[in-house]
């Protein structure tokens, strides 16, 4: 299983992806700032994102890539794997902006619901938590900055977390 995550310019339509993490494993995530200015079009900006990421314009235009190299690496790596997400809608529009607007074809990669994916691995034993359950006393645990690599990494834990907690041996 590959876990994917995306931070975004905005949550408007016009926002596109700015950072980008995947990995099928906790010490193999792999994380990269998109530099916007590559891109034709990519000029939305929102700055209350900045308190949810807190990664700045300046920051992208300094550290960020070239989203077209990050999009063939994403193709080259997570074509034709089972790639999931926590946020598949918001995901896939920016897997698709990023791909198509980098000459990809953005069918080439299908992110699926990881939340769907819990919810059978629990639902599997009727005395078991619900994923809201899991949630709660996973939470307490463990802080989260929104950054797409922490996001990533903070997804596998908490599967490890319901894998070790689950009802049935």
């Known amino acids: 299983m590959i876990i994917i995550d995306f931070e975004a ?3 408007r339509k016009t926002s596109y992806p700015i950072e980008v993490a995947w990995g099928d494993s906790p010490e193999t995530i792999k994380s990269f700032l998109l530099n916007p200015d590559y891109m034709n079009g990519w000029t939305d900006w929102n700055p209350e994102s900045y308190e949810f990421h807190g990664i700045t314009r300046d920051e ?3 550290s960020g890539i070239d989203p077209r190299q990050v999009a063939g690496q994403m193709v080259r790596e997570l074509a034709g794997q089972e790639v999931y997400s926590d946020e ?3 995901d896939n529009r920016w897997k698709t902006r990023l791909l198509t607007d980098s000459g990809y074809d953005p ?3 299908q992110i699926k619901d990881l939340n769907l994916y819990l919810k059978h691995l629990i639902n599997a034993d ?3 938590k619900t994923l809201n359950d899991f949630i709660c006393s996973f939470e307490c645990c463990e802080a989260r900055q929104h950054r797409a690599g922490t996001d990533v990494l903070w997804l596998f ?3 490890e977390y319901i894998e070790q907690h689950l009802c049935n041996p």
Request: hydrophobic content about 35%; some cysteine.
């Open 9 to 11: 310019s905005s949550l």
């Open 88 to 90: 598949p809608r918001y």
């Open 126 to 128: 009727p005395h078991c």
């Open 157 to 159: 834990r908490f599967i």
């Open 107 to 109: 069918c080439a990669i």
């Open 60 to 62: 992208l235009r300094r």
